[in-house]
């Protein structure tokens, strides 16, 4: 299984809604990335986890809450989020050491914020 | 710094070779990257190459790595209209370890 599935695949939310994204691997990387993506730009890196733990936040507004309850899962939590946060999130995984870097990602989630 | 470079669009006719190209900054990468993206899809790893190779095949893609120049290169041999996508060049960072994408080069295969 070389899959990492993202749900939901769209999703459409108020600015005073709360709702999460959900992402799964079962290759048993031990690295998981949660990324933003604009139209016709390269992905943006929002927040990395490392054996379960928040290793990188590259100051992501507090609107959007990562959680990582075991080694397969990970979830974006999402709250008062503005029109502009509209995007592709992609979720993504890559194993520790060696080619380390090697991300697998999901089909993402179209967010769309009214 | 951690630069990468890409041309924007190339447009080529169904059954010609495509070559993207690449150019990075950052020179102590261990291996490069690249990604395809269909539309309202994720990125899906196509190839990567290792920094102390020059060349890697497979099936119809060729890499090709220039380390003196910093220039990587993808060449889609038969190119066909499911190769209409976006690619990304990338490398993992050396300071740390994430990936840097280039902007993406549109790749138009007409028929």
């Known amino acids: 299984d070389t899959e990492v599935t993202q749900t939901p695949k769209h999703l459409v939310m108020g600015m005073t809604n709360k709702k999460s994204l959900k992402c799964e691997q079962h290759m048993g990387h031990r690295a998981m990335y949660w990324y933003k993506q604009k139209a016709k730009k390269p992905p943006e890196l929002m927040f990395v986890y490392s054996y379960e733990k928040l290793s990188i936040n590259e100051s992501v507004p507090s609107r959007f809450s990562p959680e990582c309850p075991n080694s397969s899962l990970l979830n974006l939590h999402l709250h008062a989020l503005q029109p502009e946060d509209s995007a592709l999130y992609l979720c993504?995984?890559?194993?520790?050491?060696?080619?380390?870097?090697?991300?697998?990602f999901g089909q993402g989630t179209r967010l769309t914020v009214v | 710094g951690e630069d990468v470079e890409q041309s924007l669009f190339l447009s080529v006719r169904e059954g010609d070779s495509s070559v993207i190209n690449c150019t990075y900054t950052?020179?102590?990468?261990?291996?490069l990257y690249w990604y395809k993206q269909e539309p309202g899809a994720g990125l899906q790893l196509l190839t990567y190459i290792f920094s102390n190779m020059d060349m890697k095949q497979d099936q119809r893609l060729t890499v090709l790595l220039n380390k003196k120049d910093k220039h990587l290169s993808l060449r889609i041999a038969d190119t066909q209209t499911g190769d209409s996508a976006i690619y990304f060049c990338s490398h993992g960072s050396s300071n740390t370890g994430k990936l840097i994408f280039g902007q993406g080069t549109t790749l138009q295969v007409k028929p």
């Open positions: 993504a995984s890559s194993p520790l050491g060696g080619r380390n870097t090697e991300a697998f």
């Open positions: 950052d020179s102590s990468s261990t291996y």
